[in-house]
């Protein structure tokens, strides 16, 4: 995968490729509406638009067989799709899972990864000491771990953990399609099998009550919150004096009660720490509220935990 990833990437940076990944909802409305391919390359690695084989470049075509990402749509094998697409972001691309996302072991990239990067390059420009190790928790395509790496001034040691390993074939090939060479993929529950401290920790867990319990969007408990309060929590005792923990996730709102807030503050109250707190987007994921562990519900908001040991 790693090296099927590199050479696609390659050919479509060469050719200027730039895909903006939008909302599950918005990809099937646009896929709908608009069924048949245009331009090759976004549609084939963007929309995930079927394609014929003749249409792509032979050494792309050999890279996706190599890698068994082609996937023959119906019996005839006159057409394929893709099993994995390419977003921009920052003048990097990151390769990920094909649409619709519906397997447990999907890797996810949508609009919460171009919000988590601008809290992480928003937080890093103001950071004034070195940086020489970041851990990503949960770093599914490795987007937080590399854009945290690009945006210090030295190169950094980057260790990325997920506890899926398609996630970390994704992550391996992007980090080597970034330039980022002091990489260091590690299968792991959280912490469990991350060793040693960091200057910067980051983290866009799952933040959703999923029913089916897919890894890439389930959070447990908490209306899904549970799994980013325990990277707060080990986090805290993670990070080196001066080190910041960046973590995006989301909140059930409930009668105007930020709920993952409340929980968190308590973590918080140790004056070892100093912390920044933000809704960054006041409403994601609507359709969520019509399922019925949602019932009480009247938002779920994307927000931004920002800790700095002081200490």
């Known amino acids: 995968m790693c090296d099927a990833i590199a050479t696609i990437g390659e050919h479509l940076r060469a050719r200027d490729y730039a895909f903006t990944t939008v909302t599950p909802e918005t990809h099937r409305r646009v896929i709908a509406n608009n069924p048949l391919c245009r331009d090759v390359l976004r549609d084939v690695f963007g929309w995930n638009r079927s394609f014929a084989i003749d249409d792509l470049d032979p050494v792309v075509g050999e890279a996706m067989q190599h890698a068994r990402v082609l996937e023959a749509v119906g019996q005839s094998q006159a057409l394929w799709r893709s099993g994995i697409r390419f977003a921009s972001l920052r003048g990097e691309l990151f390769a990920h899972s094909a649409f619709p996302t519906d397997s447990s072991q999907s890797v996810f990239f949508g609009p919460d990864s171009y919000r988590f990067a601008r809290l992480i390059e928003q937080t890093l420009a103001e950071h004034r000491h070195p940086v020489r190790r970041i851990v990503d928790i949960g770093c599914g395509s490795g987007v937080g771990?590399?854009?945290?790496?690009?945006?210090?001034?030295?190169?950094?040691?980057v260790v990325l953990a997920d506890i899926n390993p398609v996630a970390l074939q994704f992550a391996e090939g992007n980090a080597r399609l970034a330039g980022v060479d002091d990489v260091?993929?590690?299968?792991?529950?959280?912490?469990?099998?991350?060793?040693?401290?960091?200057?910067?920790?980051?983290?866009n867990p799952p933040y959703l009550a999923d029913a089916k319990e897919r890894l890439y969007?389930?959070?447990?408990?908490?209306?899904?919150?549970?799994?980013?309060?325990?990277?707060?929590?080990?986090?805290?005792?993670?990070?080196r004096r001066h080190g910041v923990l960046v973590l995006y996730t989301g909140s059930a709102v409930i009668d105007g009660i930020d709920t993952f807030r409340a929980r968190a503050l308590p973590l918080l109250r140790d004056s070892s720490f100093a912390f920044r707190y933000s809704e960054l987007d006041p409403d994601v994921f609507g359709e969520e509220l019509d399922r019925k562990h949602y019932a009480a519900v009247e938002r779920i908001a994307a927000v931004g935990l920002v800790v700095t040991r002081i200490e």
Request: hydrophobic share 50%; proline share 2%; glycine share 8%.
């Open 145 to 157: 771990g590399l854009i945290a790496a690009k945006a210090v001034r030295r190169d950094p040691h």
């Open 184 to 203: 260091r993929c590690v299968l792991s529950d959280v912490f469990a099998a991350v060793d040693g401290d960091a200057d910067v920790i980051v983290s």
């Open 217 to 239: 969007r389930h959070g447990g408990a908490h209306f899904g919150a549970e799994l980013s309060l325990r990277i707060l929590r080990e986090s805290l005792a993670r990070l």
